[in-house]
């Protein structure tokens, strides 16, 4: 059995989120070859074979070109599984090979579980375990779900190249916006997410954050909606922060929320919902509706 | 020009689920349909465009599905999509990604559009496929997971929304399909003219059968709750009572309470 594993790079950086596709080959027990589109001074510590592609020449993002010079390390290796992140960079290439490929494509796979794969549904609610029908599969792996792991070693060099046609032209990137609020060194975070309902409701929030001395943090639909400036956002695509006190007003815990929040010392989530994904991490569950639990607590908190 | 957008009707994500009697997804009871939030932000954005471009681009919606995500095109179309084309499939749910897309593609293939939406993915299945899967069969030039559209002379320039907040700026040459992630824009509440005007507009119903000749690559085998990691305490009852439990915990197990 054989992975071909499709690192990743951002900007002129391998992205440490690669080791988790050596972790991952290892609990499925596979012989391993990575694909990478990057640098020669910026290898990864992996002692099998790497067919590299200079960044330089082929950009960071030309999909077109991406998907083909997969395509070629497939010819050459024959792997039984294509694995990539299930990030921005995965979830957009993946489709593109398994397509030409006509295979099976596994999102977000959870775990190995027998006789195929555990993945997500309904918004990490609930689980499925799949079965691929094809002899050759396409993977992408949920962020952490597999642990880091540094095989160790130099790679054997494979140079390889394809040529493009795509109707896609990379412009360069945009850098983050600045931080408004530094949550990294809050000791404690009160946010909101969309089970306040409204924006009007944001101030209740603000008044417990108050109370207890906290910064406000937000998740990305009360960001979207523009109740609260982007600067508050916890998460994948905001900032990731490890108070000693958490609280999670109406949030019900999309996997990029989570990501963002996991590590704090003491998690504390208030949703109508008991089910909510948020209550996997939580360490206290209060099952209410937000707008009439938080002000309670704001009150008696000020006694 | 003639635009499609794709949407799918799912249920309300606060919904408890439960598996059907095949075990392989959830049963529809007591759900509540609506349409998936990322292909708002789609319908929203292809409605967009054909207003930029003076109303003259001709834009369909289509969906898949059993004859309740008729109510989910409506909306679509009181939102400002010109005709819908609803294909009617009972077994959507057990088709898998690559199979939707080959459906979509069969149906794309003889109409000629030149710019395709859809969303980044539907919050129950999640595979996050379809777009770009689609795009692929096509040979449409792609890019998902935009949070910026704009749109000029045949190209479209649009920003991908990468990890930790940076941004990716990429051109598409037409034809071209764009998957949209949350927050591209502000989708429309459809206005009650618009929603009577909607009811006047074509749907068109095509069964599956004529459109769909890919074999499914892969089978669900089961669909269940995760088992509960969760060791935390769960407060229920009276907020009074919650609110001083939880001071209670507060102290005790944290320090930043004084």
């Given amino acids: 059995m054989k992975a071909l594993l499709i690192g990743e790079y951002r900007d002129g950086k391998l992205l440490d989120s690669t080791y988790e596709l050596f972790g991952f080959a290892a609990k499925l027990g596979a012989e391993t070859a990575m694909l990478l589109v990057g640098r020669e001074s910026e290898l990864p510590s992996y002692g099998g074979t790497l067919y590299l592609a200079d960044v330089g020449k082929v950009g960071e993002y030309n999909p077109d070109l991406h998907k083909k010079l997969v395509l070629a390390a497939v010819e050459r290796e ?10 921005s960079y995965g979830w957009d ?20 579980a027998e006789g195929g794969f555990e993945l997500p549904a309904c918004s990490q609610k609930m689980r499925r375990t799949v079965k691929p029908a094809s002899p050759v599969v396409v993977l992408t792996l949920q962020g952490g779900a597999f642990p880091g ?3 160790g070693g130099t790679p054997q060099l494979q140079q390889i190249d394809a040529e493009t046609t795509g109707g896609v032209t990379f412009m360069g990137y945009e850098a983050a916006e600045a931080k408004g609020v530094d949550l990294a060194k809050a000791e404690v975070i009160v946010s909101a997410g969309r089970g306040i309902g409204k924006m009007e409701n944001i101030p209740v929030i603000a008044a417990l954050a108050k109370a207890l001395h906290a910064e406000m943090g937000a998740s990305r639909p009360v960001v979207d909606s523009g109740w609260i400036e982007h600067g508050h956002q916890v998460g994948t695509t905001g900032q990731t922060v490890s108070p000693k006190l958490y609280i999670a007003c109406g949030i019900s815990g999309a996997i990029q929320h989570l990501a963002g929040m996991k590590k704090s010392g003491f998690i504390v989530a208030i949703n109508k919902d008991k089910d909510a994904p948020i209550g996997e991490v939580a360490d206290v569950l209060v099952v209410a509706d937000v707008m009439q639990f938080v002000p309670t607590l704001t009150a008696k908190l000020a006694k | 020009m003639k635009i499609l957008v794709c949407i799918k009707q799912v249920p309300d994500m606060e919904s408890r689920f439960r598996p059907d009697s095949a075990g392989v997804w959830y049963a529809e009871t007591d759900l509540a349909f609506r349409i998936n939030e990322y292909d708002e932000f789609a319908v929203e954005q292809a409605v967009r465009l054909k207003e930029q471009l003076g109303g003259e681009p001709e834009l369909t919606v289509l969906s898949i599905g059993p004859d309740r995500v008729a109510e ?17 499939d009972t077994s959507a749910h057990l088709r898998d990604p690559f199979q939707i897309a080959s459906i979509i593609a069969a149906y794309a293939k003889g109409e000629q559009f030149d710019l395709i939406f859809t969303g980044l993915q539907s919050v129950d299945r999640g595979s996050a496929q379809v777009g770009v899967a689609t795009a692929e069969i096509l040979n449409f030039a792609c890019a998902s997971t935009i949070v910026k559209f704009e749109y000029a002379d045949g190209v479209a ?6 990890e930790g907040g940076m941004k990716g700026i990429v051109q598409l040459k037409t034809p071209a399909l764009v998957t949209c992630q949350l927050g591209l824009n502000v989708p429309r509440y459809p206005t009650l003219p618009n929603i009577m005007k909607a009811k006047k507009k074509e749907i068109v119903v095509v069964p599956v059968a004529d459109l769909l000749h890919q074999e499914p690559l892969v089978q669900t085998s089961s669909f269940y709750a995760p088992a509960k990691k969760g060791t935390g305490i769960v407060l229920e009852g009276d907020v009074a009572d919650q609110a001083e439990k939880l001071i209670a915990i507060l102290k005790e197990k944290t320090a930043v309470l004084r």
């Fill in chain 1, 93 to 112: 290439l993946a489709p593109r090979v398994a397509a030409s490929l006509k295979v099976a494509q596994l999102s977000e796979v959870i775990s190995i």
């Fill in chain 1, 78 to 87: 024959k792997p039984d599984y294509i694995v990539f992140q299930h990030s």
């Fill in chain 2, 72 to 88: 989910a095109m409506k909306k679509a179309l009181a939102m400002g999509c010109d005709r819908g084309v609803h294909v009617q």
């Fill in chain 1, 149 to 151: 792991l540094k095989p």
């Fill in chain 2, 157 to 162: 320039t649009v920003k991908r929304e990468l």
